[in-house]
């Protein structure tokens, strides 16, 4: 793995760098655009982009929009995003994929863990800020994004912070090959 752009990654650089791509091409998904004035600091602008997120899905269930159409959107998205990453750090295994992955997360404030293709979530900054139903939808980012960085495989949610459980609580299967990740169009 590219251990010298993956420590750039790492820092409040690559932070901000991070949540600032997070949320443009979010945003690109809702259709609407950035906010001016979104913040120069990481906890800032992860803050704005947590309100962003809950304030245009919201508004995206009030409308009763395409909520499958969306949530495939989403993750194509972040399967884009995520593939880049892997292109850049050219991860050497799946040991090495979990790390981006780890890494990533880290950044936006959410610890997690992984065991035998479980992942769970310990702590997740965006869960003060989303409903259960708002949870739902943003959560095709993290399968596109686990995905992406995986080149593959399918991460399925079965237990929510945001639906009063202590942690999240994800399936990971490498194996399944359900998604299509070539956007038809």
């Known amino acids: ?39 120069f600091s990481v906890s800032k602008l992860l803050k704005n982009y947590a309100q962003l997120t809950t304030d245009i899905s919201l508004n995206f269930i009030e409308n009763k929009q395409d909520r499958n159409q ?20 050219k991860p050497q295994n799946n040991q090495d994929c979990f790390d981006i992955i780890v890494m990533l997360y880290r950044n936006i404030k959410i610890s997690l863990c992984e065991q035998s293709q479980t992942i769970c979530v310990h702590q997740c900054y965006f869960s003060d800020f989303y409903t259960p139903e708002v949870c739902s939808i943003i959560s095709a980012i993290d399968q596109g994004i686990f995905a992406g ?14 639906e009063g459980h202590e942690i999240c609580v994800a399936h990971f299967n490498l194996d399944d090959a359900s998604h299509k990740h070539n956007k038809e169009g």
């Open 149 to 162: 960085v995986y080149q593959g495989g399918t991460l399925s949610f079965y237990k929510r912070i945001t």
């Open 70 to 89: 969306l949530q495939q959107d989403l993750y194509y998205m972040a399967f884009q995003l995520g593939s880049d990453l892997r292109w850049w750090l």
């Open 1 to 39: 793995m590219n251990r010298l752009l993956y420590r750039l990654l790492s820092s409040k650089i690559g932070a901000y760098i991070e949540i600032k791509i997070l949320m443009k091409q979010t945003a690109k998904v809702f259709g609407v655009k950035v906010p001016k004035g979104i913040g």
